[in-house]
């Protein structure tokens, strides 16, 4: 089914402290019902001299009627600063249950399965926020949970209206954008010694929409405060294409 759908594919630049240190490729099909998408992250510009991350991460789930994305399968594998990682979790009755953790989890509070049901993946997440512009030209505004295998973090969004992409952005993409600010807390999964940890703290951000002739409602920028790595800005690099 999910074969039968246009895939969209998109190329994103991510700046921390205005320098360029991460590119991302995203691809993703989405149906009414239905949604499969890829992301492939890897080290760029300065950063790459000391730090070699190249993670892939894939997830395949469903639209509920709210329009609300329900994971199914979610998979994450590659390195980082050399180091393999690998995490493999299936959705049952809604909640994440994880199969393969590499490496195991270790000197970190666990995140019960009680505290993980609803919770969605990071592909997920994404793909969720286009399916609900595309279909609602709004965010969902109800309250969220995310959780990437280690971490369980709570997301709130609210709409913001449109206004003109900030400086820098395509012109060829429109006048205007659809604005959400977002508010994402970590709230356990904490390592053992970090009682004090700067990662406790809400993390404040915006996204980003633009309606791209051809393409529909996409991500063309998010901004996010983050409270080790200071302000980290992800955004489109060309205009993303469609193929069968």
Not at 35 to 58: E, H, I, K, N, P
Not at 201 to 220: A, C, T
């Amino acid at each position: 089914q999910q074969a039968s759908l246009p895939q969209t594919s998109a190329r994103y630049l991510i700046n921390m402290h205005g320098l360029h240190v991460l590119t991302a490729a995203v691809s993703y099909r989405l149906g009414n019902n239905a949604y499969s998408g890829l992301a492939q992250v890897w080290t760029s510009g300065l950063l790459g001299l000391f730090v070699q991350t190249d993670m892939r991460m894939q997830g395949t789930g469903r639209f509920l009627p709210d329009g609300m994305a329900e994971p199914a399968e979610y998979d994450s594998a590659g390195t980082y600063n050399h180091e393999q990682s690998h995490l493999h979790m299936i959705y049952q009755g809604g909640v994440p249950r994880i199969t393969v953790q590499e490496p195991p989890l270790d000197n970190r509070e666990e995140v019960t399965p009680a505290e993980r049901a609803g919770a969605q993946d990071v592909v997920a997440l994404l793909v969720g926020l286009v399916h609900q512009l595309q279909t609602s030209h709004r965010c969902q505004e109800a309250p969220q949970k995310f959780f990437d295998g280690l971490r369980l973090s709570t997301l709130t969004m609210r709409n913001t209206g449109a206004e003109r992409p900030p400086s820098g952005a395509s012109k060829t993409w429109g006048a205007q954008a659809w604005t959400c600010n977002f508010v994402m807390q970590q709230v356990k999964g904490f390592k053992a010694d970090s009682q004090f940890s700067k990662l406790r703290q809400p993390q404040l951000g915006r996204v980003w929409f633009e309606d791209i002739p051809n393409i529909g409602m996409s991500v063309v920028r998010i901004e996010i405060e983050h409270p080790k790595m200071g302000h980290i800005v992800m955004r489109l690099d060309a205009t993303p294409t469609q193929s069968p």
